[in-house]
């Protein structure tokens, strides 16, 4: 969550919604820059369907993970009910005999057969909608240690009052800036687009709208009291099943604000940390949905939905191996706080990894340093505090050298998703821009990208700077396609004609600092 003040400064809160491995989705095939020897050693590559050469990351046939909802109230009736499975296969769950049924106090219902998706999730089809009233879900695993579970569903729906609240906070019209300025950060590393879910957006503006009426502190930013006005749900996954998302593998981010900040610029703050960018970048995510509203306790919402992807790499790194134009300072605003103590003080850009099919990193040892001396470092460890068991941050203690390349080794014991265990090593590279300036691109629209530059971590827009967007061709020379000045909320929009084929950009601030992507 960040709060923007009057001073213009921004306070980040993060929850993720779910506890345990944090999942990571499909990749593509990526080529990165830099020194010939500052590549991961095992490459963004794809490795599946459900078959790790790489990482041994999938649970075998006789082993399953299932997310098993809690009992919760639904105010659109589900047309979907089943179970989220961790790193497992649609091929090994056909074969358990799952069975999920449904009883009321009108008798069963009557629901298709068991159907297994690509992304690990489990479940039935209802005939008909369910009608308002109470119902009984009963999950059956023969030969398992747990052959059954049960939950209840209450369907009922939302006072028309209330459903035309949270639909002025929906953000349809952002949904398309959002998406493009999240996919493009997404598939520079290589990693599956998300999609817009209309149900986590029900979600996320509900939540908004609970915000709004009750404060940031009613009880806390991703909490809300069933005793308070416009009450959805006690925490983000009871709020996102209740307005249709299928499981509560799920997450959520936010930022308070009192008026509403350009879409680029609020996926930008959001990926300008630590915990949040674990969040939105996570390859595992599948959907995203927003919603916001305005005033003196106004915020905006995103709700993350995840899944388990049949394609995953070793590890998700940002910045990324070769990345340049990173931003050399970082300004804490964040909480969790990475840095304890450091909230409000500018340090260097921090680093993140995501082991995306590993339950647990033991022994970490991090490194940065440049021309061969090492950089002080705190380092977020795997599990502690806000932290993932398959995730780990490292901040720089001091801001980074403007114009100069950075080297990061980790090193760790991993126990991954199908329960073998041994090290994993990573070594790669990023150079600095001049600047703390953090670019984000906006290429939603056939011929126009809009540019947002702000100053990392405080999230202040730069205005008046000079932005210049370059296509980059296939023997890595850069031609110049467009140029603009930034406006008072740090945006510049760049008129571009759009290629016949999907090309490499790169747009770059007026300190150095910038983003590749690809339109």
């Keep these: ?83 989220q499975f961790i790193s497992d296969s649609p091929r090994h769950l056909a074969g358990d005999g799952l069975s999920i049924a449904l009883s009321s106090p009108h008798g069963p219902v009557t629901t298709g057969p068991m159907e297994y998706q690509s992304d690990g999730f489990a479940g039935v089809l209802t005939h008909s909608p369910l009608a308002p009233g109470r119902y009984r879900v009963l999950f059956r695993s023969p030969g398992f240690q747990t052959a059954q579970s049960a939950w209840n569903l209450t369907v009922r729906p939302l006072p028309a009052r209330q459903q035309a609240a949270e639909r002025a906070c929906l953000v349809p019209a952002r949904a398309p800036a959002y998406l493009a300025t999240l996919n493009a950060e997404r598939q520079t590393l290589g990693e599956a687009a998300v999609q817009w879910n209309a149900s986590l957006a029900w979600a996320a503006a509900a939540h908004a709208l609970y915000v709004q009426r009750n404060g940031y502190d009613a009880p806390s930013f991703h909490l809300e009291s069933a005793k308070a006005p416009d009450f959805t749900g006690l925490n983000p996954w009871d709020r996102d099943m209740a307005f249709g998302w299928a ?80 931003p050399t300072g ?48 705190y380092i977020d460890s795997p599990g502690v505090g806000g932290m993932a068991d398959n995730q780990l941050g490292i901040v720089p203690r001091r801001v980074l050298f403007p114009d100069t390349t950075y080297a990061v080794k980790v090193s760790a014991q991993a126990l991954f998703n199908s329960q073998v265990k041994k090290p994993v090593a990573l070594h790669w590279y990023f150079s600095t821009g001049a600047t703390d300036q953090s670019v984000a691109v906006d290429p939603v629209k056939s011929g126009e990208v809009a540019v947002s530059v702000v100053h990392a971590g405080s999230g202040r827009p730069v205005a008046g700077d000079p932005v210049r967007i370059y296509q980059v061709g296939s023997d890595s020379r850069l031609s110049s396609v467009a140029e603009g000045i930034t406006d008072a909320e740090g945006m510049a929009r760049c008129s571009v004609k759009r290629p016949a084929r999907r090309s490499l950009f790169e747009a770059v601030a007026g300190g150095g600092t910038s983003m590749q992507f690809w339109w």
């Design 247 to 326: 499981s509560p593998l799920d997450g959520e981010v936010g930022i308070e604000w009192t008026k509403a900040m350009p879409a680029a610029a609020v996926i930008q703050n959001l990926v300008d940390t630590v915990y949040h960018r674990l969040s939105l970048l996570s390859p595992n995510v599948l959907a995203v949905g927003a919603g916001q509203s305005t005033g003196a306790t106004g915020a905006v919402v995103m709700d993350l939905g995840y899944g388990y992807r049949a394609r995953l790499p070793l590890a998700i790194t940002y910045p990324a191996s070769g990345q340049a134009g990173v």
């Design 330 to 377: 970082w300004t804490d605003m964040e909480s969790p706080d990475p840095v304890p103590g450091g909230f409000s003080r500018e340090f260097g850009y921090p680093v993140t990894v995501d082991f995306p099919t590993v339950q647990q990193l033991e022994g970490v040892h991090a490194e940065l340093s440049t021309a061969g001396k090492a950089v002080a470092i």
């Design 1 to 83: 969550m960040a709060r923007l003040t009057r001073t213009g400064k921004i306070v980040l809160v993060v929850l993720l919604a779910w506890a345990g491995t944090q999942l990571d989705p499909g990749t593509a095939q990526v080529t990165v820059s830099g020194p010939a020897d500052g590549v991961l050693p095992v490459p963004f590559a794809v490795f599946g369907p459900y078959s790790t050469r790489a990482n041994d990351g999938y649970e075998g046939p006789n082993a399953m993970s299932p997310v098993v909802p809690s009992s919760y109230t639904a105010f659109f009736p589900p047309r979907t009910i089943g179970i």
